[in-house]
């Protein structure tokens, strides 16, 4: 009796809201991306229309592969999004001002149960799935990018979301008292030295006050790759950049460490393509800031996965988690 058995949906959409772009997938039950698209994010400065677009954009890629009937949910990663509304809230460089109730805007237009979630806990959620945290149970993902440093942790298998759904802002905790401003409103937080925009400013400091000759000063732009590219070449200030911003990122996540006790601490975004030129010296004030009884004990990896397909993969993970539901059954 074939036909008295239910079947179950085999497909979900993935959906990564950034500040430039927003990339949208359908992604199969073994997490196969079976298609993937996107839009920029700033051609839509009103909210309803980028609602608008991105349900059309969605439903065409369902139809065009598969089926919409085929889709079970969807699961977005975007920037200040909190899992426990399912509004994105005050987003600091999205153009959406205020609380964007996102989950029920898009289950109003598609039709399907909608998760959300931030940007961090998305990476983290990608990391466990099919990236370097396969496995672990107790876990810490930092992203950083130009303008940020976000992090989120798993403990005993859960992400630890906090009470409001925003924990795990490691960017912005102290690292300086009264040091560099930040974007937050705070002095000194670790964001403000480690994300590349702190990198470019500490180079800037470090060229300006430099006695000698230093190659950053003829580099057309300055950025993570840049300045690598300088240290190779065995530029002392380049090299110093790099360690100085090191040293205060691996001080930040031996603080993150020495509370959590992870069993590894996986570093994804722009910055990991700074190689050696940070790790190591990361690495160095890491072990030397860390609580003693876990000295040497965590592993500090980098993502393996491809920037451009781990939020929508970790999106697509996400869906899988909410109930099943549809509003044109
Ligand atoms: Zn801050």
Redesign the pocket.
Known sequence: MAESVDKIKTRVIGIDIRVDRTTYAVVDIRGEIVAQDYFLTTDFIDLNDFISALSEKVIALAEENGGYETIRSIGVSAPSASSVTGCIENAANLPWKGVVPLAAMLRDRIGLAVAVANDAHITALSEKSYGSAHGMKDFVVVSISHGGLGSCFFSNGQPHLGYNGFAGEL??TCVEVNGRE?????RG?L??YCSEKGLIKTAEEMIASSKEPTLLSEMQELNVKTIADCCYKGDKVAIEVFRHTGEILGLGMANYASVLNPEAIILTGDMTQAGKWLLKPMRASFEEHVFHNIKNKTRILVSILKEGERDVLGASALAWDVKEYSLFK
């Open positions: 960017g912005h930040c974007g937050c409103g705070n937080c964001e403000a």
